[in-house]
Structure formats: structure tokens, C-alpha cells
């Protein structure tokens, strides 16, 4: 359904996840992450387009006129852009069209939407998409957690672990050390075996520094473990049920955009985005009531497809 494909000269370009923003402070973020994409600059730009409000919702026209202005690569810039908020404003029509867009788009395509009500977002929107907590007073938080005693190093390494405000409540509750606690759970991920990883996972699932320590360090693990533990990891994640299979698909995902290209550099481009891809998908899946064990063993086997 695309056109042109990809000059020569931007081959190398690493495919995007769909990016959801989410928070009172998601347009700001939104148009940061386009304007990083853009090689800083953005409104006025040639190769974005933004999907906005026409009355009170965001209708099918404007989305189908941004699909037909994707087909063609980038004239200027490394990507195209396609800029759509406020999301959760997206009509039943335009999200349908919209869908299979985000799972097929070409490689120099990106992606980017922000939802300022969250819970008002159609869930088969929110699935395709990597999400990004974008809170609007993070001077704010900031000032929460200084008073409770946390250096700038501790407040901005909370900020950056957290993937929205229900993972900052309790470090206001009482004075943690955010650092030792996180250099001690390394510690303990570094002697423990993909299927202990996974109990432990589930352990934690209320300690974000925790359940982010021995999820990234289970995540690593994952192209060196042998199939048959792979299934045996599958099984213990079931366990946690729909909440744990997310939090550890949430985990993953952002794992795959972030970090897997610089720890993972002779993996394929194309087989990590592939991955990232069906990790996304998988949520939807999730909420569709699909087996939380056979989906596990789905996502946690998917490199190993061919």
C-alpha cells in the first residue's frame, strides 16, 4: 500500500515503533520527540505531518490524507513523521484506518501520538505503541522528591526508571536509596538463571527498581537462552497473570527501542523492530483475553521464528 520505496542513500535508518505519549505534558513531549527526529526542527518542516482536532474529534479524512502523504520518502530529513494528538480524540473510523498503518508503515516512517486522557484511549490504539509517561509538572515531582531527601542524582534517576506516577508514590512514602537499591538488585539478577529471573519478576511487580533491574536483566538474556528454558520462562511469567504479562511486555518493548540496537549490535535492525513490533501487538492481545502463557511463549520464542 506504500509508494517509493526507501533511497539508497537512507537504507540505513532503523525502523521506529509507533510512539504513544501520555500525560497532561504529552503534546510538549510529543513535539520534542519530532523535532529529535527532524534533526531539530519541526513545525513548518516538509517531512511531518500533523493529525489534529476538526471539531471535536479527530475524523477519517484527515487520517486517510496523512496515510496517502506517507507513501513517498522523506525529502529533507532521515524520516517522515506523521504527528497525531490529542489521540484518545481519534473517532472509531479514523482509528480503524489508523491501525494498520502503525503495524505496516515503512521503514522511514514514524509515528508519533500523545493522548492527554489516557483512560479515555481506545485500547487497540494504545496497544500498537511504545507509551511514554509524559508528566506536565515534572519541576513538580521534582520537588516532591527533593523534599523528601533524594539528591538531584537519586530524583533524576527516578524519573527516568519510572513509567508513571504510581512507580514515584512510594519513594514519597519513606526515604529510599534509590541508587544502593538498584546496584544491590543488579547485583542479584547477575546470579540468578532466566527462570529464577522470571519468579523474581513477579516478586518485585510492586518495586519498580527491582522489577526493572531483574526484567532488564532477564530481557538480556533472552538471545542466549535455549529454547526449551525460554518455555520454562513463559510458564513462570504466566503466573502473574494479564498485570504481570503487561508490566513484563511494557518492560520488554521499551527494552527493544532503547537499549537492544547498543547491546544487541550484530542482531539485525529489521529482527529487533520486528520484535518490538509483536511485543506491541501482544498487549492488545492481552486485553482481548487471549492465554497469557501461550501469548509468553509467542513473544519470548519470536527471534527464533525462522
Given at each position: 500500500?506504500?509508494?517509493?520505496?526507501?533511497?539508497?542513500?537512507?537504507?540505513?535508518?532503523?525502523?521506529?515503533v509507533?510512539?504513544?505519549?501520555l500525560?497532561?505534558?504529552a503534546?510538549?513531549?510529543?513535539?520534542?520527540?519530532?523535532?529529535?527526529?527532524?534533526d531539530?526542527?519541526?513545525?513548518?518542516?516538509?517531512?511531518?505531518?500533523?493529525?489534529?482536532?476538526?471539531?471535536?474529534?479527530?475524523?477519517?479524512?484527515r487520517?486517510?490524507?496523512a496515510?496517502?502523504?506517507a507513501?513517498?520518502?522523506?525529502?529533507?530529513?532521515?524520516?517522515?513523521?506523521?504527528?497525531?494528538?490529542?489521540?484518545?480524540?481519534?473517532?472509531?473510523?479514523?482509528?480503524?484506518?489508523?491501525?494498520?498503518?502503525?503495524?505496516?508503515?515503512?521503514?522511514?516512517?514514524?509515528?508519533?501520538?500523545?493522548?492527554?486522557?489516557?483512560?479515555?484511549?481506545?485500547?487497540?490504539?494504545?496497544?500498537?505503541?511504545?507509551?511514554?509517561?509524559?508528566?506536565?509538572?515534572?519541576?513538580?515531582?521534582q520537588?516532591?522528591?527533593?523534599?523528601?531527601?533524594?539528591?538531584?542524582?537519586?530524583?533524576?534517576?527516578?524519573?527516568?526508571?519510572s513509567?508513571?506516577e504510581?512507580d514515584?508514590?512510594?519513594?514519597?512514602?519513606?526515604?529510599?536509596?534509590?541508587?544502593?537499591?538498584?546496584?544491590?538488585?543488579?547485583?542479584?539478577?547477575?546470579?540468578?538463571?532466566?527462570?529464577?529471573?522470571?519468579?523474581?519478576?513477579?516478586?518485585?511487580?510492586?518495586?519498580?527498581?527491582?522489577?526493572r533491574?531483574?526484567?532488564?536483566?532477564?530481557?538480556?538474556?533472552?538471545?542466549?537462552?535455549?529454547?526449551?528454558?525460554?518455555?520454562?520462562?513463559?510458564e513462570?511469567?504466566?503466573?502473574?497473570?494479564?498485570?504481570?504479562?503487561?508490566?513484563?511486555?511494557?518492560?520488554?518493548?521499551?527494552?527493544?527501542v532503547?537499549?537492544?540496537?547498543?547491546?544487541?549490535?550484530?542482531?539485525?535492525?529489521?529482527?529487533?523492530?520486528?520484535?518490538?513490533?509483536?511485543?506491541?501487538?501482544?498487549?492488545?492481545?492481552?486485553?482481548?483475553?487471549?492465554?497469557?502463557?501461550?501469548?509468553?511463549?509467542?513473544?519470548?520464542?519470536?527471534?527464533?521464528?525462522?
Amino acid at each position: 500500500m506504500w509508494g517509493l520505496e526507501l533511497p539508497r542513500t537512507l537504507i540505513t535508518v532503523v525502523k521506529t515503533v509507533p510512539e504513544l505519549f501520555l500525560g497532561e505534558g504529552a503534546q510538549e513531549a510529543a513535539w520534542l520527540r519530532v523535532r529529535e527526529l527532524l534533526d531539530g526542527e519541526a513545525e513548518g518542516h516538509p517531512d511531518v505531518f500533523v493529525v489534529s482536532l476538526e471539531g471535536a474529534t479527530i475524523r477519517i479524512d484527515r487520517v486517510r490524507e496523512a496515510i496517502l502523504w506517507a507513501r513517498y520518502a522523506p525529502s529533507k530529513a532521515r524520516y517522515k513523521v506523521i504527528l497525531i494528538g490529542p489521540a484518545e480524540r481519534l473517532s472509531r473510523e479514523a482509528a480503524s484506518a489508523l491501525l494498520k498503518s502503525l503495524e505496516e508503515a515503512p521503514q522511514y516512517l514514524a509515528f508519533i501520538l500523545y493522548a492527554l486522557a489516557p483512560d479515555q484511549l481506545l485500547d487497540t490504539v494504545r496497544s500498537r505503541c511504545v507509551a511514554v509517561w509524559a508528566p506536565s509538572h515534572r519541576g513538580l515531582w521534582q520537588a516532591k522528591l527533593k523534599d523528601m531527601g533524594y539528591s538531584d542524582a537519586e530524583v533524576d534517576f527516578l524519573l527516568a526508571i519510572s513509567s508513571g506516577e504510581h512507580d514515584l508514590v512510594p519513594f514519597l512514602k519513606e526515604r529510599r536509596s534509590p541508587l544502593s537499591e538498584w546496584k544491590e538488585a543488579q547485583a542479584e539478577a547477575e546470579t540468578l538463571p532466566p527462570k529464577e529471573l522470571a519468579a523474581r519478576f513477579l516478586i518485585y511487580l510492586e518495586d519498580p527498581i527491582r522489577r526493572r533491574a531483574i526484567g532488564e536483566a532477564l530481557i538480556s538474556s533472552l538471545p542466549n537462552t535455549p529454547a526449551d528454558e525460554l518455555l520454562e520462562v513463559a510458564e513462570r511469567l504466566s503466573r502473574g497473570g494479564r498485570e504481570g504479562a503487561l508490566l513484563f511486555l511494557e518492560q520488554l518493548l521499551n527494552f527493544l527501542v532503547k537499549k537492544a540496537p547498543l547491546l544487541w549490535p550484530r542482531t539485525p535492525a529489521e529482527r529487533i523492530a520486528s520484535w518490538a513490533k509483536k511485543a506491541s501487538l501482544a498487549r492488545g492481545e492481552l486485553e482481548a483475553n487471549a492465554s497469557v502463557r501461550l501469548l509468553l511463549e509467542v513473544i519470548l520464542l519470536w527471534p527464533r521464528k525462522d
